[in-house]
């Protein structure tokens, strides 16, 4: 029999009136479990619950809060392995991928731990000299957290620990492809002893219950990672009423390959950053810019590596590319490929690899098209899959100019050994995380993270920056008593 997950709110789980199931990518017929399809009325009741606590969690000091999520991250590590199969057992990914993930909630979770005795203001001298001036920060209030499913433990964390250190209470609305995640991050919380409605999970489709945790009155704040056209929306909404909102969207990560590179590392690294997680990051690198007196030595190397990669069930510890998340997401990249052949020339993949492992899972080849335009779609929308395009350029200058090309700005990465080609680079590209001899994607938790452009609504996570978006700034003016 499958076990049903209810919602967690106010400190209780609790079933509704429908549910849904989520199943194994790899092999559809192994069903994860069925989980609560919350509905409006559902979110109201998490949102009334996160209002409540509101008071008694922002009176705490941030030292106390913080023990809760070291709590967390204790707990999180000695579930570290279980954590990291169920990840692979309901997204799919490789559990190599999944330990590291996870991995990377527990340095979340103890680095926004820390955050709660760290300094949250500034003395600022007054032009009155008996007056004493001071900033502090004070927490937002109620935040909704909307994550995606491509990394459905270290997002939500990234997101939960600095608003829940900073004082702000949470409703959390997981990926409905990945509801199991989402309900492990919320029994870790319960069993670190977070009081009753500081964190509540419902889980269930953006379409139902995405407009009342972003339009509700009694929400301050929402951070959101996915797609550009439901950011947009998102942005919209919280914009007509004031509320804060903190969008994190899209990419079309660019490689700038140079003559002077290391082509051994280029190609490798660009072969990474491309294919590990079936491309599924949106960090992933989408087009490699390659200066023509290497372009045919890094076609040729880069082309060897990615027709010897291994592609299976992410349980396989020898697979490196795993299946895409959905039947809808595999249909989407497949109808891009299709879309490619016209545009450009396939060298390798562009379809699902052949097989009875293959049959019941969403697996897509590792997909290579060489000389593609930089109008055409391949070099233009972002697909999300396992597909690499890659370009020409005379000289650094146009290479620099096809990266910018682009309505996104998230990653960007140069391979070569000259400094003034670096230097040049780092200055002009369009992107929010500028890379050098690095694939696109991989980011480390104490450092800011964000896009320019339609990547993100320009505010930034992790680190100490996400302090800007928790938070308001209160500045105190003190006087002595009488004239």
């Not at 955050?115 to 004070?138: K, L």
């Not at 600095?162 to 004082?167: D, E, H, I």
């Amino acid at each position: 029999m499958t076990d049903t997950c209810g919602n967690y709110i106010d400190g209780k789980w609790a079933a509704a009136r429908n549910s849904f199931s989520s199943t194994n990518p790899a092999d559809t017929r192994d069903v994860i479990g069925r989980f609560a399809a919350a509905d409006v009325g559902d979110v109201r009741r998490a949102i009334d619950a996160a209002d409540a606590a509101l008071p008694g969690w922002k009176a705490l000091s941030g030292y106390a809060r913080g023990e809760f999520l070291r709590k967390a991250a204790d707990i999180l590590q000695s579930r570290l392995e279980e954590v990291a199969q169920a990840m692979v057992r309901e997204n799919g990914k490789t559990i190599a991928e999944a330990r590291g993930e996870t991995a990377r909630g527990v340095a979340l979770l103890r680095f926004y731990a820390a955050e709660g005795v760290r300094p949250c203001g500034d003395v600022i001298p007054s032009v009155n000299p008996r007056t004493f001036v001071y900033t502090t920060r004070v927490p937002l209030g109620i935040v909704s957290v909307i994550t995606p499913w491509n990394f459905p433990i270290a997002i939500p964390i990234w997101k939960i620990a600095p608003a829940l250190v900073y004082g702000n209470t949470v409703v959390l609305k997981p990926a409905s492809a990945t509801p199991h995640c989402g309900v492990l991050i919320a029994r870790i919380f319960e069993e670190s002893g977070i009081p009753q409605g500081v964190l509540n999970l419902v889980t269930g489709g953006g379409k139902d219950i995405g407009e009342e945790l972003v339009k509700n009155p009694k929400v301050h704040g929402i951070t959101f990672t996915g797609s550009n056209p439901i950011g947009r929306r998102i942005g919209a909404w919280a914009a007509e009423r004031g509320a804060k909102f903190q969008l994190e969207m899209g990419g079309k990560n660019p490689v700038i390959v140079m003559p002077d590179c290391d082509l051994e590392q280029a190609t490798t690294l660009t072969l990474r950053g491309a294919f590990g997680y079936a491309g599924q990051k949106c960090t992933a690198t989408s087009r490699a810019i390659v200066l023509a007196g290497i372009y045919d030595a890094f076609v040729e190397n880069l082309l060897g590596k990615a027709r010897a990669l291994k592609v299976g069930p992410g349980t396989d510890e020898g697979n490196f590319v795993p299946p895409v998340v959905s039947e809808e997401q595999q249909r989407s990249i497949l109808n891009a490929i299709e879309k490619g052949r016209t545009e450009a020339r396939l060298l390798c993949g562009g379809g699902v690899p052949p097989g009875e492992v293959y049959a019941h899972g969403f697996y897509v080849e590792p997909t290579v098209f060489a000389d593609v335009p930089a109008d055409s779609s391949l070099a233009q929308e972002e697909i999300f899959g396992p597909v690499l395009a890659i370009m020409r350029a005379r000289n650094l200058d146009e290479a620099i100019a096809l990266a910018n090309r682009v309505r996104f700005g998230l990653s960007a990465s140069i391979f070569t050994r000259d400094l003034n080609s670096v230097l040049e680079y780092a200055g002009r590209i369009e992107a929010g995380v500028v890379k050098v001899n690095s694939e696109t994607a991989g980011i480390e938790p104490q450092v800011p993270f964000g896009g320019m452009k339609e990547s993100s609504s320009h505010s930034r996570e992790q680190g100490r920056a996400a302090l800007e978006f928790f938070t308001s700034i209160r500045s105190v003016y003190m006087d002595r008593a009488g004239l």
